[in-house]
C-alpha cells in the first residue's frame, strides 16, 4: 500500500513540475473538440446534443492514448524501469500506483474537456454532476487498468506511439459500450441504466484484477 | 497411417546440446511431422467426403442455394475460436513454466486462427449479402467477432514488432491470455444490453433441416483438421526455424558443423 | 450460387496457398538442417 502511495506521489509531483503530458493531453482535447465541430454536420452545438457523449468519450480515449503513452516513457528514457523491477516490492502495487497516477491525470483533463463540452453543446452538467462523475470514473477506471499494463508492454517495442492503441482499443468497446450509454442517458433523463453500472463494474473489476496480475510478466529487468 | 519409429542412435542432445528442454524432446520434431502427416492424409479423405456431402445437400427452402454457406462459415468460426483459445492457453502454459515449445505453440495457433477468422469474415459477410441484401451490419455477434480479429491482429503485431526473445514471448502470452477473457466478457456484454440480433440463433440439433445434419458435421469435421493439420505444420516449421536459428548462431561462433545424413519424411 | 462458389472457393484457395507456403518453408529447412530426426 505504501508503495502504492510511493509512486502515485511520485508521479503527480514530478508531473505538477514539469506539467508537460497533462498540457499535451488538454491542448489535445481542445483541438479536438475544434475538429468535432468541423466533423459534424451541423457544427458543435446545442443542436447536435445527442452526439456529444459518444464525442466527449472519444475525445477521452485519445487524451488517454496520449498520456498512457508517456507513462512508462520517463521511467524507460532514464533507465528506472529495472529499478522499479528490482524493487522488492510486489508489482502488483507498482502496477496499482502508475494506473492511479493515471487516473488522476486524466481525470483532471476529463474534467476541463467535460466543461468544454458543456459549453459548446450547451449541456446542463450540474444537475446530473454526482453521477456523472461517477459513470466517468467508472469509464476512466478501466481505461487505466488495462492502458497502464498494456503501456508498460508497448514501451519496450517499437512504433510503441502506434502500438499503444492497437493493443488497447480492442479491449476499450467493452468499457465504451457502458460509459457511452451510462452518459448519454444521464445527461437525456438524468437518470442512469442499471446495465450500463452493471456492465462497468464487471468489466472494470475483471480489468483491474487480471491486470494486477499479469502485470509482473510485465515489469522486468 | 502407421506411426513411423524415429531412430535415436545417438542421442539428439549430442548432436544439439543447447537445444533449450521441451516436453516434446529430441524426437518432438519427428512426432509433431508424423502427426501432421496424419493429419493431412485424414484431411484429404475427409474433403473428399465433405465435398460430396455438399454437393449433394438438399436445398433449403427459405434460402435457397446460398444456405449451403451454412456448412463452411460456422465450422470456419469454430477454428477460428479453437486458434484464439490455444493461443492464450499456450501463452499461460508459457508463462508458467517457461518453456519455448508453449510460446511457439502459441505463435502457431495465432497465425491459424487468424487465417480462419480472416475467412469468417469473408464468407460472413457473402452470405450476408446474399440472404439479407447487405453486407454488414453492427449485430452483437459480428461486433464480437470483430474485435478477435482486432485481438488476433494486434497480438501478430505485438509480436512482429517486439525485440523478439524472452520478452517478446512473454507479452505476446500476456496479451493472449488478456484476449481470450475478451471474448466471453463481450458476449456478456451483449446478454446484457440484449440487441435484437439478426445473426441466426445457435445451432441445436434438431433446428437444422432433414439431410442437412451430415453435411454440417463434415464441415465441422474436415475444417477441424484442416486446422490441426496446419497447425502441426506450423508449429513443425516454428521448430525447425527455432533450430537453425540455435545452429546458426553456433556456427558463428564456433564454425560450421559436420552434420549427419539427413533422414526423409513422407510428406502427403 | 455464385456466392455459395465464392465462399468455398476462397476458403479452399487460400487454405491451400497457406498449405503450400508452409510445406515448402519446412521442406527447405528439413534440407538443411540435417540434424533433425524425421
Known sequence: ?221 | MPSKPSPRSDSPAQRNPRREGSPLGGGGEARLATLGNTAGWLLAALVLVYALSVWNAPIDSRQGVIQKILYVHPPLAFGAYLGFILTGLAGGLYLWTHRPVFDRLALSAAEVGVVFCTLMMITGPIWAKGTWGKWWSWDPRLTVTLLLWFVYLAYLLLRSFSEGGERGARFAAVYGLFGVLLIPLNYYVIEIFEGRSMHPENLQSGSLGEGMGLPFLMGVVTNLMAFLFLLARRWEVEHLRANAAAVASREMVSGPISNPEPQGGSDP | MSYVAACYGITGVTLLVYLLQLQRERRRLRRDLPSVGG
Open chain 1, 1 to 221: 500500500m505504501k508503495v502504492l502511495l510511493a509512486i502515485l506521489w511520485k508521479d503527480l509531483l514530478t508531473e505538477w513540475r514539469r506539467r508537460d503530458r497533462v498540457m499535451a493531453m488538454l491542448l489535445f482535447s481542445l483541438l479536438v473538440v475544434v475538429v468535432f465541430h468541423f466533423a459534424l454536420p451541423g457544427g458543435a452545438s446545442a443542436q447536435t446534443r445527442e452526439s456529444a457523449p459518444g464525442l466527449l468519450w472519444v475525445a477521452y480515449i485519445f487524451a488517454a492514448l496520449l498520456g498512457l503513452n508517456r507513462a512508462f516513457a520517463l521511467e524507460l528514457e532514464n533507465d528506472a524501469l529495472s529499478g522499479l523491477a528490482l524493487a522488492p516490492v510486489d508489482r502488483g502495487w507498482v502496477f496499482l500506483g502508475k494506473a492511479a497516477a493515471n487516473f488522476v491525470l486524466l481525470g483532471t483533463v476529463q474534467a476541463v474537456t467535460a466543461l468544454i463540452f458543456a459549453l459548446v453543446f450547451d449541456l446542463d452538467l450540474l444537475a446530473v454532476a454526482a453521477k456523472l462523475c461517477g459513470v466517468i470514473a467508472l469509464g476512466t477506471l478501466g481505461l487505466c487498468s488495462v492502458g497502464t499494463l498494456f503501456s508498460a508492454m508497448a514501451v519496450r517495442t517499437r512504433f510503441r506511439e502506434v502500438l499503444l492503441p492497437i493493443l488497447l482499443l480492442p479491449f476499450l468497446f467493452p468499457v465504451l459500450q457502458g460509459a457511452v450509454t451510462g452518459t448519454a442517458a444521464l445527461l437525456a433523463t438524468g437518470a442512469l441504466p442499471f446495465e450500463a453500472l452493471q456492465l462497468l463494474i464487471v468489466v472494470d473489476g475483471v480489468y483491474l484484477i487480471v491486470s494486477f496480475l499479469l502485470f509482473e510478466y510485465v515489469l522486468d529487468e
